[in-house]
């Protein structure tokens, strides 16, 4: 099984894969953040791709020394005890089989010495009409596995270490000043920022989501996913900006990444927009506890979002942390405290530089108009 090492936010990974065009996906991803393998890394992810059904006796995780196996019939295993439906739970060790939204996905955490471990298994049988229908469909696994394999335990690390919290929020920068548009898909969010990043001496930090640890804000690596008219939006200049991601696994959407380079580097930001289409276009302040509730209401809004709120529950089932819950929030009230928000009202009509004229005025950023339109 191949290993690589990961270095992202400081925090050290292992990941093993039995699947290289699945390593390979990640490797690429990641190219900046790919490191030899660690003697002793903080996280040890080991990623199981099937395509051919296990026998009904071969427990998924079957591991030296486990004190927990199951497989796809699950049977009573003395050392363990089941939590509900869907878990079993023995001492500092808890498998997840077929987990709420994937009955295909099977996890486990546990430790082992100073290690916190995670196995990801995962069994790939998509039918032949699903196949004619979605040819990339195997991509699409691909990007929604690098969430377990990948963000998922970085985040829940940060989290639990440094108190930092997810954000679904796009974010463009301007030296070390972040301007973030947050809000659930289809809100207008990307748009904006594209049109943002158009203007000269803008670059694009994230498109989806990112971290913050109230103060700062910093990127996580995802694919970029942007449609015809965003491309069309962001012209030539722009699109140089972002290293193509050939990949497939996202419709009707090109795929990229960020640049390799040190753009990981901590960004302060500069303001926060929350945007919905109106008849009249505005920017008028909020509140900061208003605006804490808005983030927190989108987040729960967004299904990836939603996802890794289901694994940190499981998580803090296992190894539960006092004063954990309350301090989720924490991160979020910090950013809108220190950060000026607004609500931004996107009159389509009016076009896109509209809009990016109306965010620049708020942040104080001069930078030159391109003439574009909002599709």
């Given at each position: 099984?191949?290993?690589i090492?990961?270095?992202i936010?400081?925090?050290?990974?292992?990941l093993?894969?039995?699947?290289?065009p699945?390593l390979?996906?990640l490797?690429d991803?990641l190219?900046?953040?790919?490191r030899?393998a660690w003697e002793?890394?903080?996280?040890?992810?080991t990623?199981t791709?099937?395509?051919?059904p296990?026998?009904?006796?071969?427990?998924?995780?079957?591991r030296?020394?486990?004190?927990l196996?199951?497989?796809p019939l699950?049977?009573h295993?003395?050392?363990?005890?089941?939590f509900?439906?869907?878990m079993?739970?023995a001492?500092?060790?808890?498998?997840?089989?077929?987990?709420h939204r994937?009955?295909?996905l099977q996890?486990r955490?546990?430790?082992?010495?100073?290690e916190?471990?995670?196995?990801?298994?995962?069994w790939?049988?998509?039918?032949?009409?699903?196949?004619a229908?979605?040819?990339?469909y195997q991509?699409?696994k691909f990007?929604?596995?690098?969430?377990?394999?990948?963000?998922?335990?970085?985040?829940?690390?940060?989290e639990?270490?440094?108190?930092w919290?997810?954000?679904h929020?796009s974010?463009?920068?301007?030296?070390d000043e972040a301007l973030?548009?947050?809000?659930?898909?289809?809100?207008g969010?990307?748009?904006?920022?594209?049109?943002v990043m158009a203007?000269a001496?803008?670059r694009?930090?994230?498109?989806?989501?990112?971290f913050t640890?109230?103060?700062?804000?910093?990127?996580?690596?995802?694919?970029?996913?942007?449609?015809?008219?965003?491309?069309a939006?962001?012209?030539?200049?722009?699109r140089?900006a972002?290293?193509?991601?050939?990949?497939?696994g996202?419709k009707?959407k090109?795929?990229f990444?960020?640049p390799d380079g040190?753009?990981?580097?901590?960004?302060r930001?500069?303001a926060?927009f929350?945007p919905?289409?109106?008849?009249h276009?505005?920017?008028?302040p909020?509140?900061?506890?208003?605006?804490?509730?808005?983030?927190?209401?989108t987040n729960?809004?967004?299904?990836?979002?939603?996802?890794?709120y289901w694994y940190?529950?499981?998580?803090?089932?296992?190894?539960p942390a006092?004063?954990?819950?309350?301090?989720?929030?924490?991160?979020?009230?910090?950013?809108?405290?220190?950060?000026?928000?607004?609500?931004?009202?996107?009159?389509?009509?009016a076009g896109?530089?509209?809009v990016?004229?109306?965010?620049?005025d708020?942040?104080?950023?001069?930078?030159p108009?391109?003439g574009?339109?909002l599709?």
């Amino acid at each position: 099984m191949r290993r690589i090492g990961l270095e992202i936010h400081g925090v050290t990974v292992n990941l093993s894969c039995n699947f290289d065009p699945l390593l390979d996906y990640l490797e690429d991803l990641l190219e900046s953040d790919v490191r030899p393998a660690w003697e002793a890394p903080l996280l040890d992810v080991t990623g199981t791709w099937r395509a051919d059904p296990a026998p009904a006796d071969t427990p998924a995780f079957a591991r030296e020394n486990s004190t927990l196996s199951f497989g796809p019939l699950v049977e009573h295993v003395p050392e363990s005890e089941g939590f509900g439906k869907r878990m079993r739970l023995a001492d500092d060790e808890l498998v997840w089989f077929d987990t709420h939204r994937d009955k295909d996905l099977q996890l486990r955490f546990r430790r082992r010495s100073q290690e916190t471990l995670f196995d990801v298994d995962y069994w790939y049988h998509p039918s032949v009409k699903k196949l004619a229908r979605v040819p990339d469909y195997q991509q699409r696994k691909f990007f929604t596995l690098a969430r377990y394999l990948v963000h998922f335990p970085i985040a829940w690390y940060l989290e639990r270490t440094r108190g930092w919290s997810l954000v679904h929020a796009s974010a463009v920068a301007a030296g070390d000043e972040a301007l973030l548009i947050a809000g659930p898909g289809g809100a207008g969010k990307t748009t904006t920022c594209v049109g943002v990043m158009a203007r000269a001496g803008v670059r694009l930090v994230t498109e989806n989501l990112l971290f913050t640890d109230g103060q700062h804000v910093f990127p996580l690596r995802e694919p970029i996913r942007l449609t015809d008219e965003s491309l069309a939006l962001l012209g030539e200049h722009g699109r140089g900006a972002l290293v193509p991601f050939g990949h497939g696994g996202s419709k009707h959407k090109s795929l990229f990444r960020l640049p390799d380079g040190p753009d990981d580097r901590p960004l302060r930001p500069a303001a926060l927009f929350i945007p919905r289409f109106a008849a009249h276009g505005f920017a008028v302040p909020i509140a900061p506890q208003v605006a804490t509730e808005q983030l927190w209401a989108t987040n729960r809004l967004t299904l990836e979002l939603n996802d890794y709120y289901w694994y940190v529950a499981a998580l803090d089932l296992l190894w539960p942390a006092a004063g954990n819950a309350a301090r989720q929030l924490s991160a979020l009230a910090r950013l809108t405290a220190e950060t000026p928000c607004y609500a931004l009202g996107i009159d389509r009509a009016a076009g896109v530089d509209a809009v990016v004229d109306r965010v620049l005025d708020c942040v104080g950023w001069s930078l030159p108009a391109g003439g574009r339109r909002l599709s």
